[in-house]
C-alpha cells in the first residue's frame, strides 16, 4: 500500500448528483459543475456523483474522469466527493477508483459488479479486494453500495465483516437503498461500532437513521430538496425533529409518483428556468409534458421551492 | 452513413468464446487465440466473442478491443467475428461496435443497456438507433442479444419491428437466450421473413430452430462440443437428426449441472491438458475440486471427448 493521509470522513446529506446532457447526449461539465456548487451551498455535505440517479452507469469511465476533473478544476473541494467507481469490469473500477483517489476525493461509493446474477459472496470478495490491492492507497475510503432493486446482485452483512477485517480504515462504510430498515439497522448493529459509516440511501430513514448511528444519507431528492432535508441532520436531537422528517418525506413521496431520474431533472429543469437539463440519456426518457405538469403542480402546493437555483 | 459492403452473413453454429485469464486476471490473447482456432476447426462457423460465457461484462472495452486485434492479428478471419459489443453505457456500446466494425468483424452481437431495470422500449430504441447512427456505417451487422434470465432487460418483438423497419440490412438479427421456445418461435415466425436471422441461445433448440427458419445456434457448450453440435446443424434433414440432437441436449444436460461458465473452463482444463484455463475473473470463481470432478466423470461416462484439444 502506497502510504498517505485520509481525508476527513463525510458526514451529513449527499446527493447522488444528476447529471446534464447535451441534445447529443454528450455529458455537459459547465452544468454539471453549477449543480454541484448549488447542492453544497445549500446544505449538502457531499456529492455522491456518478450515482444510480447520476446515470452513472450510462457513462464510460472516460467521461466520468473527465467530470470528476472539471469539478476539481471548478473548485469543488476533493473533500467533499464520494463519486460511484463500481462497473461490471474489474479493470473499469479499478481505473475510476485510482482517478478519485488521485484527485483527492474523500471517499468512493461502488456497486458490486451487476451483471452477473446469483454470484457468491466468496467472487465479490475478490472483486472488491482485487480493487483494493490495485489501487493499492492508503487514502482510499471505499463505502459499499448495496441497491438490491436495481443491481439485483447485493452486498450481505457476510461480504461486509470479511472485507472489514481485512480492509479497516480502507472499507469505510456503505449505502443502502435495499429501503429495508431491517437490513440498514442490522449494518448499524453490526459494524458502525468498528467505524463502519451507514448512510440510509432516502431521507425517509434519516432521522430513524440518525437514531441508531446513520452518519447522514445519501438521497436523490438531495438534488432538488437539499436544505429541508439538511436541516433534519443538523436538528435531529431537536423537539421539531420529527416535524421536520414528516416535510422532507412528505416531499419524497411527490417525487417518486413518477419516474425519478428524469423527475429530479423535470424540477431543476423547471425550477432552475433551465430546459437543457430535461435531457435523459438513453436509455432513460425524460418525462411527458403531463407527468412533468402533475410534478410540478404538486410541488407547489407543498410550498416546495428551490432557492438561489435561478440564475 | 459511410457506405461499404457488408460481410456474407455468418450461418451455423457459433460459440460465445469462453476468455483465459492470468493469475493477475489479465486475459490471455495467446490462450484465446490458440481456443478461437480450435473451435473454426472443430465446427464453428462462427466466434461470438465477448458473450455473457466470455465474461465479458467483466472486461473493458480498452481489454476487449486489445483481444479482438489479437485475433485478426492472429489470422482469425473477422468474417468468423460476431463479438459482443453491448454495454450499460452508450458511449462503450459505440466505442466498441466502431472498432468491431472497422475491424471487419461479420456482424456484431449487443446486450441492451442493462444496468437501469424496467426501461421502456422507446430509451431501448434510442440506444440501439444512437449506436447505429453514431457509427454509421453501412457494413455494420447488428445483432440483438436477449437475455432476461441475466440483463433482465429484454428486447421486445416490438422494439425489433421498429428498429428493424428503421435500419433494414443493418439490424441482421438476433439471439434468443430466453430460454423459452414460445419467444424464439415468434420472433421466427414475425422477422424471418424480412430477412432478420434468429439464433436459438442453445443448441437445446437447435433442431427445432432449423425446422422453423433459424439460421444455426449461438450456444455456451459451443466452446467444448462444437463438432457434433456442427453435425446437427449439417444434418438437419436427415432421418438420423433427432437422434443426433438427443446426443447433443444431453451432453448439455451433464455440463449445466454445474455453473455454466467456470464448468467450461474446466471442461478446457482438463481435456486440453492447461491447467490455466480453470481461472475466472472476480465475480465469478472456479469450479471446486468435487465439482470439476463430478462433471468430467459424467462427461465421460457419456463418451465426451474434445479431439485434437491438447496440444
Given at each position: 500500500m502506497k502510504p498517505g493521509n485520509k481525508t476527513k470522513r463525510i458526514e451529513g446529506v449527499l446527493a447522488p448528483v444528476i447529471t446534464p446532457f447535451g441534445k447529443d447526449y454528450a455529458p455537459d461539465a459547465?452544468?454539471?459543475?453549477?449543480?454541484?456548487?448549488?447542492?453544497?451551498?445549500?446544505?449538502?455535505?457531499g456529492l455522491a456523483v456518478f450515482g444510480t440517479n447520476s446515470e452513472a452507469n450510462s457513462m464510460s469511465v472516460a467521461e466520468k474522469r473527465a467530470l470528476l476533473e472539471a469539478l476539481i478544476a471548478g473548485g469543488i473541494p476533493g473533500a467533499s466527493l464520494m463519486p460511484g467507481t463500481g462497473h461490471c469490469a474489474l479493470s473499469d473500477s479499478i481505473e475510476l477508483t485510482r482517478a478519485a483517489v488521485e484527485l483527492g476525493c474523500a471517499g468512493v461509493l461502488m456497486l458490486p459488479p451487476f451483471y452477473y446474477k446469483g454470484v457468491s459472496d466468496e467472487g465479490l470478495?475478490?472483486?472488491?479486494?482485487?480493487?483494493?490491492?490495485?489501487?493499492?492507497?492508503?487514502?482510499?475510503?471505499?463505502?459499499?453500495?448495496?441497491?438490491?432493486?436495481?443491481?439485483?446482485?447485493?452486498?450481505?452483512?457476510?461480504?461486509?465483516?470479511?472485507?472489514?477485517?481485512k480492509y479497516p480504515g480502507i472499507v469505510a462504510g456503505a449505502k443502502d437503498s435495499s429501503g429495508d430498515w431491517n437490513n440498514t439497522r442490522a449494518m448499524l448493529e453490526g459494524f458502525a461500532k468498528d467505524g463502519f459509516d451507514v448512510f440510509p440511501g432516502s431521507e425517509v430513514f434519516l432521522l430513524e437513521g440518525l437514531r441508531h448511528g446513520a452518519k447522514g444519507c445519501i438521497t436523490a431528492t438531495g438534488n432538488i430538496n437539499p436544505g429541508p432535508i439538511a436541516?433534519?441532520?443538523?436538528?435531529?436531537?431537536?423537539?421539531?425533529?420529527?416535524?421536520?422528517?414528516?416535510?422532507?418525506?412528505?416531499?419524497?413521496?411527490?417525487?417518486?409518483?413518477?419516474?425519478?431520474?428524469?423527475?429530479?431533472?423535470?424540477?431543476?429543469?423547471?425550477?432552475?428556468?433551465?430546459?437543457?437539463?430535461?435531457?435523459?440519456?438513453?436509455?432513460?426518457?425524460?418525462?411527458?409534458?403531463?407527468?412533468?405538469?402533475?410534478?410540478?403542480?404538486e410541488l407547489k402546493s407543498i410550498g416546495f421551492s428551490m432557492p438561489g437555483l435561478a440564475a
Open positions: 459547465a452544468r454539471f459543475v453549477r449543480h454541484c456548487r448549488w447542492l453544497l451551498r445549500s446544505g449538502c455535505a470478495y475478490r472483486h472488491f479486494s482485487e480493487v483494493i490491492e490495485r489501487v493499492g492507497d492508503e487514502r482510499l475510503q471505499l463505502y459499499l453500495y448495496h441497491i438490491p432493486p436495481v443491481a439485483q446482485v447485493g452486498i450481505t452483512l457476510g461480504l461486509i465483516e470479511r472485507l472489514l477485517a436541516n433534519v441532520y443538523r436538528q435531529w436531537r431537536s423537539a421539531d425533529a420529527d416535524r421536520l422528517q414528516a416535510g422532507i418525506s412528505a416531499t419524497r413521496k411527490v417525487v417518486q409518483k413518477q419516474p425519478m431520474i428524469p423527475a429530479l431533472k423535470s424540477a431543476v429543469a423547471h425550477f432552475g428556468n433551465d430546459p437543457a437539463w430535461r435531457t435523459c440519456r438513453p436509455p432513460l426518457v425524460e418525462l411527458t409534458g403531463a407527468q412533468e405538469e402533475a410534478l410540478i403542480t
